[in-house]
């Protein structure tokens, strides 16, 4: 037994992970580089509400092994509503998961994206004060990690929430941040949803016209293919032309991730990010019974993670994530670097070995 451990251990150390070769990451340009200042592309899925579907529920140690090993997912969005149940009903124990979701990510090689799931009301600045409070404690907990990733607004909407009032927002809430954890990428939500003014007040040129004055920062686009087209896709171009752009939140189907999907409109985002490298976490990792949930209803209380088990929309999105493969460029060009396989060895032997 001890001998079966060792080897897994040793295979464990030996096997390249998106954060292991990637590193800390930083804005260049437009881009999202890696420790060898090249641009990467980080292809993952969001959770859904981890008040609903989170820690011993949708995300356990095999579900999160079979995201990382299976769909060879780089990167894990938690997604921590605000209201509906979520951070302001109980900011230790949410605080707590959150800490527990970075771990088990970090422990399987993913990037966090850490995600302030504001959402109702609209306007950011109504949770300054928990806001604060939770990335202060999220922060100094995880300075010392190169893999987090914060989003401090998921998607501003509403009336009268316009860029500066999200501008507004942010120049207080990133030297928070930054005071703890001053290297690390902040994303910032645009205004209608992340759509940068698409269905909400303004447009993409308020945020060029004004834009954040701090290293490390990208801006968030969200989409829901089947009901935002080609209006969403031309503005998505547009601003990732101009501007260091993540897709932290997307779906093949209408508005409400619910009802049909189009993957035909999908994959010409998925080729457009492809293209230009924009990273993307997909909407959601869960069972909700929706069909933009990834997992058939009652797949989580069962524990069996098996392909067989996806809803249509879970099955194409982890073909996206899985394939191609991941080929992140190394520090040396004339290059001995393996690009990531996904891991050889059995799960259980990693999850037993790491207890000694
Ligand atoms: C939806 C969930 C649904 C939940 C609702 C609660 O699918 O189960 O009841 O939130 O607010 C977003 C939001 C995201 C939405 C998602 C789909 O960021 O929270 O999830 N969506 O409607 N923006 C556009 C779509």
């Known amino acids: ?14 096997q ?50 079979v995201l990382a090993y299976d ?48 959402l109702n009301p609209g306007d950011p600045n109504y949770n300054l004060a928990n806001a604060k409070q939770f990335f202060t404690a999220i922060a100094n907990q995880h300075k010392d990690k190169v893999n987090i990733i914060y989003d401090v607004c998921n998607e501003p909407n509403g009336s009268g929430v316009n860029w500066n009032r999200i501008k507004t927002y942010a120049d207080q809430i990133i030297p928070v941040i930054k005071s703890i954890d001053n290297d690390a990428v902040i994303l910032v939500g645009t ?19 004004n834009p954040l004055q701090f290293d490390n920062i990208m801006y968030t686009f969200h989409f829901y293919a089947k009901s935002h087209r080609e209006a969403y896709l031309s503005v998505l171009d547009q601003a990732s032309d101009q501007l260091p752009v993540f897709v932290t939140e997307f779906g093949s189907q209408e508005y409400t991730g619910d009802g049909p999907n189009d993957f035909a409109m999908t994959q010409r985002f998925i080729d457009l ?34 392909t067989s088990r996806l809803k249509e929309a879970g099955l194409w999105i982890r073909d996206k994530i899985k394939f191609p493969a991941d080929d992140f460029p190394g520090g040396d060009t004339s290059s001995d670097q393996t690009p990531y396989k996904g891991t050889p060895i059995s799960i259980p032997g990693i999850v037993e070995a790491e207890n000694y």
């Not at 529920?57 to 092994?65: F, Q, R, V």
């Not at 209201?83 to 970075?102: A, K, M, S």
């Open 1 to 14: 037994l001890f001998i079966l451990q060792s080897t897994a251990i040793t295979q464990l150390w030996a």
């Open 16 to 65: 390249q992970t998106p954060v292991s070769q990637n590193g800390q990451l930083k804005v260049c340009g437009t881009q999202l580089c890696n420790q060898y200042n090249k641009p990467i592309q980080l292809r993952g899925m969001s959770t859904h509400g981890i008040q609903w579907y989170g820690w011993g529920k949708c995300l356990t140690e095999n579900s999160l092994d």
């Open 273 to 306: 990010m492809r293209q230009k490298k924009i990273s993307w976490t997909s909407w959601n990792y869960s069972d909700d019974f929706r069909s933009g949930a990834a997992w058939q209803t009652g797949t989580c209380a069962s524990g069996f993670w098996d």
């Open 191 to 209: 205004q209608g949803w992340a759509s940068f003014g698409v269905s909400g007040e303004g447009s993409l040129q308020d945020v060029l016209n």
């Open 71 to 118: 769909w060879e997912a780089d990167i894990l969005r938690v997604s921590l509503y605000v209201q509906e149940g979520g951070y302001e009903t109980d900011p230790v124990g949410f605080t707590n998961q959150v800490n527990r979701l970075i771990n088990e990510a970090s422990e399987r090689g993913m990037y966090v994206l850490v995600d302030w799931h504001q």
